[in-house]
């Protein structure tokens, strides 16, 4: 993982996230815990 990890830290690569973390929320909202209840 530390080869890997380094490579990765080398190439300066970057994630291409789809959508942020509000919308993730409510997309994935059966996985998220509710302490509203």
Do not use: C, G, H, M
Not at 21 to 33: D, Q
């Amino acid at each position: 993982v530390n080869a890997w990890q380094n490579d990765r830290n080398n190439k300066e690569s970057r994630i291409n996230w789809q959508f942020t973390t509000k919308e993730s929320r409510v997309k994935l909202k059966r996985l998220y815990p509710s302490f509203n209840d």
